[in-house]
């Protein structure tokens, strides 16, 4: 089955400085990969994805990430941090052939320090 | 604006009520999901239809029961059965149609939590 780990449940970042989150799946075949962001109390949303095509993804709000197969890899970075960027951001997989299940990380909690 | 509607955004329940919680899009997607969220935890499926009148347990259906029966609406029911049930609730939609792959890109609810006291 497919799932996906994120490291370090919480990641402290200055304002200014890049956020760069880690994320590795294990799919037995080629994965359809996403980006979410939760703000306090609220429901999920989208930032990027990934399905097929240019590895290198570009988000809202600033965000890109780069699928690399050899690495099982799905990272997500931003340049430049904001204090609107403090959130919860969750990295999630698809397999393609099935159903539209998404297997969600643990996620990691940003907090941008001015 | 197309989108999906959680009510009640907070609830609270006694030890041994059931408790329903309500989910609508104007979507117009086949797929709903209920989704469980804990600190820590990240999100566990616990229940998701595909099409109306058919449903499927996620990794976590036990405690809870869910109907649909229109469209719609995809309402959770957290019985007293379930041991834990204070956590926050979120439900989500999708494009699904036979045969075809999909993104399988999620649209969410505003959420609910529910507080057992």
Same mark, same amino acid.
């Given at each position: 089955?497919?799932?996906?780990?994120?490291?370090g449940s919480h990641v402290s970042v200055?304002?200014?400085a890049?956020v760069l989150l880690?994320?590795?799946?294990?799919?037995?075949? !080629? !994965?359809?990969?996403?980006?979410?962001v939760q703000y !306090?109390?609220?429901?999920?949303?989208?930032?990027?994805?990934? $399905?097929? *095509?240019? $590895?290198?993804?570009?988000?809202?709000? *600033?965000f890109?990430?780069?699928?690399?197969?050899?690495?099982?890899?799905?990272?997500l $970075?931003k340049?430049?941090a904001h204090m609107s960027d403090a959130a919860e951001y969750f990295?999630?997989?698809?397999?393609?052939? *099935?159903?539209?299940?998404?297997?969600? *990380?643990?996620g990691n909690q940003v907090v941008v320090i !001015? | 604006?197309?989108?999906?509607?959680?009510?009640? @955004? +907070?609830?609270?329940?006694?030890?041994?009520?059931?408790?329903?919680?309500?989910?609508?899009?104007?979507?117009?997607?086949?797929?709903? =999901?209920? +989704?469980?969220?804990? /600190?820590?935890?990240?999100?566990?499926? &616990? =229940? =998701?239809?595909? &099409?109306?009148?058919?449903?499927? @347990?996620?990794? &976590?259906?036990?405690? +809870?029961?869910?109907?649909?029966?229109?469209?719609?609406?995809?309402?959770? #029911?957290? #019985?007293?059965?379930?041991?834990? /049930? #204070?956590?926050? +609730?979120?439900?989500?939609?999708? &494009?699904?149609? /036979?045969?075809?792959?999909?993104?399988?890109?999620?649209?969410?609810?505003?959420?609910?939590?529910?507080?057992?006291?």
């Amino acid at each position: 089955a497919q799932s996906v780990t994120q490291l370090g449940s919480h990641v402290s970042v200055s304002e200014g400085a890049l956020v760069l989150l880690r994320c590795n799946y294990s799919s037995s075949v !080629p !994965p359809y990969l996403f980006w979410y962001v939760q703000y !306090p109390n609220q429901g999920l949303q989208l930032l990027l994805k990934y $399905t097929t *095509g240019a $590895t290198l993804v570009k988000g809202i709000n *600033g965000f890109e990430a780069e699928f690399k197969k050899s690495e099982t890899s799905f990272h997500l $970075t931003k340049p430049s941090a904001h204090m609107s960027d403090a959130a919860e951001y969750f990295c999630a997989v698809k397999v393609v052939r *099935g159903n539209n299940r998404l297997a969600f *990380g643990k996620g990691n909690q940003v907090v941008v320090i !001015p | 604006d197309g989108g999906i509607t959680q009510s009640p @955004k +907070y609830l609270f329940r006694k030890e041994g009520q059931n408790v329903t919680l309500s989910c609508e899009q104007n979507l117009n997607h086949d797929a709903m =999901y209920w +989704y469980r969220q804990d /600190p820590g935890q990240g999100l566990r499926l &616990i =229940y =998701y239809s595909q &099409i109306v009148n058919d449903f499927q @347990k996620g990794d &976590i259906a036990e405690g +809870y029961s869910v109907s649909r029966e229109k469209k719609e609406s995809f309402p959770l #029911t957290v #019985t007293s059965a379930q041991k834990n /049930p #204070t956590a926050f +609730y979120l439900c989500a939609s999708s &494009i699904n149609r /036979p045969g075809l792959a999909g993104t399988g890109e999620l649209f969410f609810g505003e959420g609910s939590r529910l507080t057992v006291l």
